[in-house]
């Protein structure tokens, strides 16, 4: 037992990594010297295709689909039916009904509808689609006087205080929503008619003011639950109030263009 008990406690002498290393590692001598003999900036030979391939690469950025194109397009579509009143308001319509009629699934369709709940053009229906707002002249007018409390003093200032090269800049913008008016497409002219506005406020410097402009403005354009279609006259005098509004911020006639500038939002629950 003692000679066991004695045997168990034998341990091998201690000897240090580096010293022990070389006899239980005869390659990793041979790595050294080549480490050694390295010239700067020189990758080791041997390691260079294992170092490159594990932490040098850049990994394959994964592809993301888009799937805007066709949300985009169908968005635009269901926009201008809203314009035209080819979607009724009150009317609910479901997303593969109106997928079958752009010849795409629901999918895109839904999708564009969200986004037109976002804006208040529709409301969700659950388990039936999407009902068309309904806008009265009421509603609209709340909407043109929230409008006009916030672009008609922009206007002004940016009146005093732009030059006249910059409203020139302005002009193939407006002469778009004549043209638009001229033909009666409405669709065509809501959009021009909205880049005309969003151009003249940016001018202001003040991107915030631009959006929250401009979601007000589209709110605005949805047709009458009573009139969804509006009349060329209409629109071509909306239109030519552009034009007047240019030429006198170019000629710098002030009390024109606050007369012009106030009488335009009053009439734009047309």
């Known amino acids: 037992m003692e000679q066991g008990r004695a045997h168990q406690q034998v341990r091998p002498p201690y000897t240090s990594t580096a010293s022990a290393a070389?006899?239980?590692v005869p390659g990793q001598a041979r790595a050294q010297r080549a480490r050694d003999e390295q010239r700067p900036g020189e990758q080791p030979r041997g390691e260079?295709?294992?170092?490159?391939?594990?932490?040098?690469?850049?990994?394959v950025p994964r592809v993301v689909v888009q799937r805007y194109s066709v949300r985009g397009q169908i968005l635009d579509a269901l926009r201008a039916a809203l314009v035209d009143g080819e979607l009724l308001p009150g009317q609910v319509y479901s997303a593969p009904v109106l997928g079958a009629r752009f010849g795409v699934s629901a999918t895109?369709?839904?999708?564009?509808?969200?986004?037109?709940?976002?804006?208040g053009a529709v409301e969700v229906v659950?388990?039936?689609?999407?009902?068309?707002?309904?806008?009265?002249?009421?509603e609209l007018a709340e909407l043109a006087e929230v409008r006009a409390l916030i672009e008609v003093p922009v206007m002004l200032r940016l009146a005093r205080t732009v030059d006249q090269a910059?409203?020139?800049?302005?002009?193939?913008?407006?002469?778009?929503?004549?043209?638009a008016a001229a033909v009666g497409d409405r669709a065509c002219y809501a959009e021009s008619d909205r880049a005309f506005h969003r151009a003249v406020l940016a001018l202001s410097g003040n991107q915030q003011l631009v959006m929250v402009a401009d979601d007000l403005h589209r709110r605005s354009q949805w047709p009458l639950g009573h009139n969804p279609a509006t009349r060329r006259a209409d629109l071509l005098a909306d239109a030519v109030e552009h034009t007047a509004l240019l030429d006198a911020l170019i000629a710098e006639d002030l009390p024109v263009v606050q007369s012009l500038v106030r009488e335009?939002?009053?009439?734009?629950?047309?």
Do not use: K, Y
């Not at 260079?48 to 990994?59: D, L, T, W």
């Not at 409203?167 to 043209?179: F, H, K, N, Q």
């Open 22 to 24: 070389p006899d239980r």
């Open 48 to 59: 260079q295709a294992r170092g490159e391939h594990i932490h040098c690469e850049s990994p």
């Open 108 to 119: 895109p369709v839904r999708e564009a509808m969200q986004q037109l709940a976002i804006e």
């Open 126 to 138: 659950p388990n039936r689609g999407f009902r068309v707002a309904e806008r009265g002249p009421h």
């Open 166 to 179: 910059g409203w020139t800049a302005l002009r193939p913008l407006a002469d778009a929503t004549v043209a």
């Open 264 to 270: 335009h939002f009053t009439g734009a629950d047309r």
